[in-house]
């Protein structure tokens, strides 16, 4: 039986797919049964269910809708670099499902009633799952803390700063007492800027040869290495975001050995890009933490293999085209990567043999669920149905206009990468179809 992308039935079978399951990616073609929004059944081989249509996935990989721990999408208050709308269109066609968005709007998401706002503007767009982070201290100021317990009846996941750092080091600690007894994790932008001062990219060898001011990784890794042992002594949830050093790879790889309760995650432009990229003076690479030197990018890189860093985020933020157009020291820091973070994986990390496929997925959708304790990230009977199909063979070069985000400040603009989301369904409904 027939049916068209845009008229998705209640009850349909999904066919010829390979299935993605806890880190792992089946041999033989398998099926998924969907039926009002949750999955009936899958395994493999193909069922005869008489009168429920299907779709033949051609051979593609089914998995579970990604799941990304850190985007901004800048609203309320900057809507030119992203909305709530556009965002979650950009997250569909990364094939993400759920995202965690962080605190760092104008105004600051510092109490329930934001919270609340973003929950509903993503219902609204209805495209993805928005949990969204809060903040440490009203105005991330740094001083004071908010009302934690009130933000997370009304549904946040997580308490961060966002880019800005926890500078006073008691306020960190009580942030991880309470939040403990609330379940949550403090997420930790790990910079000491009494160390980085005023710096624009890595601190060393190309930043002394463009006359740059560089960025020790020095703050990076006191920055961890503080907040680790208040994860200790507090007993809270530390996770650690979008790790860049070998230094700070180490500090987190002992506190788990230990049994600190620490996670931590990284962005794909960390286990792909170094430095050198900036010598051309772009202010697409211009980022914080800043792309450091190669054998950090071979630290992160191996410890996403033996599991010390625990995801992969986006660390989707959007900037105006007009911003990334200043200076690389004037022009400010950041990159989008919904639509990427999967593609990059797959190029850098899959197809070098760092990970399979398997285990990259599983960095992209199961560990985050598990990490920020949310819905969806697997494919097991009974789940809502959250998932995609992609071809983790097919190349494709990143272009401006092939982006659904409102911002177009990508690291990987220009570079041809392997891995396409073809089609992103939530909740059993179609969100996202590459129609190319």
Known sequence: MEWSWQRIPAEYLVTNVRLCRNGKLAKRKG???????RIEGLGMGQPSLEGVPVLDGAGLVCAPGLVDTRVSFREPGNEQMETVAAGSRAAAAGGFTAVVTMSGTEPVIDNSGMVRYLIDRGREAGLCRIHPTGAVSPGRLGEGMCEYGDMVAAGAVAFSDDDVPVANGGLMSNALKLTRVLGVPVITHAEDRTIVGRGAMHGGYWSGRLGLAGMARAGEDAAVFRDVELARATGGHLHVAHVSTKGAVEIIRQAKAAGVQVTAETAPHYFSLDHSRCRDFSPLYK????LREPDDVNAVAEALADGTLDNIASDHMPNTGTEKEYQFD???F???GLETSLAVGITYLVNS???DLGQLISCLSEKPARIFDLPGGRLEEGAEADFVLLDPDRTWTVTADSFQSRSTNSAFLGETLSGRVL????RGRLTWH???
């Open 330 to 332: 004037q022009a400010p």
């Open 334 to 336: 950041g990159a989008i």
């Open 31 to 37: 099926f998924l049964h969907v039926r009002k929004g």
């Open 353 to 355: 043999g760092i990970l």
């Open 434 to 436: 590459d129609a190319d």
């Open 423 to 426: 089609a992103t369904f939530l």
């Open 287 to 290: 980022v914080n933490p800043p």
